[in-house]
């Protein structure tokens, strides 16, 4: 097992679940007796991960840690903090209080289908290539529309990947990478950890096949046959 290069997960958990249309936010909701984070958390308690940070919303700070953390016995969790009022704020809390690590796993944790598999590709790709990213093929045709929603063109499909997490990276890297872009006036809708880096440094990502179970949990549509699912032992 490859431990001598120490590597940590952040997993984000801070989201408002909106779109769930539930009193209880999506990463509280409860699959087959435990809340959805449970099974992120599980995964990275399981794997080779040395450290884990928990980034939670404001006020929900002392809950995780007693009604996640503890009662669930993640000791891998070595704190438990405070996001920002966007992903990549979030993202960034969470980065700064890792100390001594090499490389950090970045994954949102309304991604309960995570498995070992790509955990342990995940951590052997970033340990050689510096940075890469979780995603599959795209199984469809995809169109690049103007600001009027016409097509201006369509790109290949064999080179369109729908990106997934977790996202990984040298921790130096990436923390310079998150410094830069947040210390900047640049006007960036930032919707992934790549896109942090590939602006602030233009450093090549690797892309590694994840899996198409491995969704996102954004709507009620979403939880369509998760009490069924098999979850990892």
């Not at 438990?80 to 980065?95: A, C, D, I, P, Q």
């Not at 169109?143 to 921790?171: C, G, L």
């Amino acid at each position: 097992m490859d431990i001598i290069k120490r590597t940590a997960a952040v997993v984000l958990a801070g989201g408002s679940g909106k779109r769930m249309n539930s009193s209880t936010k999506k990463q509280y909701i409860d699959i087959q007796g435990r809340p959805l984070i449970y099974y992120s958390l599980a995964a990275f308690e399981k794997s080779n991960i040395n450290d884990v940070v928990l980034v939670c919303a404001q006020g929900e700070e002392d809950y995780c840690r007693e009604e996640i953390v503890k009662k669930y016995a993640f000791h891998k969790v070595v704190s438990v903090v405070t996001g920002g009022k966007e992903r990549y704020n979030s993202v960034f809390e969470g980065l700064k209080v890792l100390k001594d690590i090499e490389y950090v796993l970045i994954h949102d944790g309304a991604r309960p289908f995570i498995s070992q598999d790509i955990i342990a590709r995940t951590i052997k790709t970033v340990h050689e290539y510096d940075a890469c990213v979780v995603g599959v093929p795209s199984k469809d045709t995809v169109k690049i529309a103007d600001s009027n929603d016409f097509i201006q063109f369509t790109p290949k499909r064999s080179s369109v990947w729908n990106i997934q997490t977790p996202q990984a990276f040298k921790y130096s890297l990436v923390y310079g990478a998150y410094e830069k872009i947040l210390s900047s006036d640049c006007d960036l809708e930032i919707t992934d950890d790549a896109m942090v880096v590939e602006n602030a440094v233009s450093f090549p990502i690797k892309l590694i096949e994840g899996s198409y179970s491995n969704i996102k949990i954004t709507t009620i549509e979403d939880l369509r046959g998760v009490e069924s699912y098999n979850f990892e032992d």
